[in-house]
């Protein structure tokens, strides 16, 4: 599977972006695709995820409420609506897909090591 992100930039802080990933070769093998993101100095943290077939979605706890993702199907392509931004939003943005796991609970997918596949991460940047 390959990761094509797109869509970051910089914004004022309470401002908006949509993020997009669009995957492409082996798709069919796709359970989860989710965010991640990691600040200078950071560890890198999960953001968000959704199944590809059901759409179940799950968050942080730092982004729920603000973010939103999403999946085309037909595009093999998931977005990640940011609003409301915060200048702690600031951070290079990752997104990976996961395939079905032993426990495939989408809550499990907020950990790194159950994603095989990762895009090449694009800057975001929320100044105050």
């Known amino acids: 599977v390959q990761l094509q992100a797109s869509g970051g930039g910089l914004v004022q802080a309470g401002g908006s972006l949509r993020l997009s990933c669009a995957a492409s070769g082996d798709t069919f093998s796709i359970y989860v695709m989710g965010w991640f993101r990691q600040a200078p100095g950071k560890e890198r943290e999960f953001v968000a995820a959704?199944?590809?077939?059901?759409?179940?979605?799950y968050y942080a706890d730092s982004v729920k409420g603000r973010f939103t993702i999403s999946r085309d199907n037909a595009k093999n392509t998931n977005y990640l609506q940011m609003n409301s931004l915060k200048p702690e939003d600031t951070a290079v943005y990752y997104c990976?897909?996961?395939?079905?796991?032993?426990?495939?609970?989408?809550?499990?997918?907020?950990?790194?090591?159950?994603?095989?596949?990762w895009g090449q991460g694009t800057q975001v940047t929320v100044s105050s």
């Open positions: 990976a897909t996961g395939p079905v796991r032993p426990n495939p609970d989408i809550l499990s997918y907020t950990n790194e090591r159950e994603y095989d596949y």
């Open positions: 959704i199944s590809w077939s059901g759409g179940s979605t």
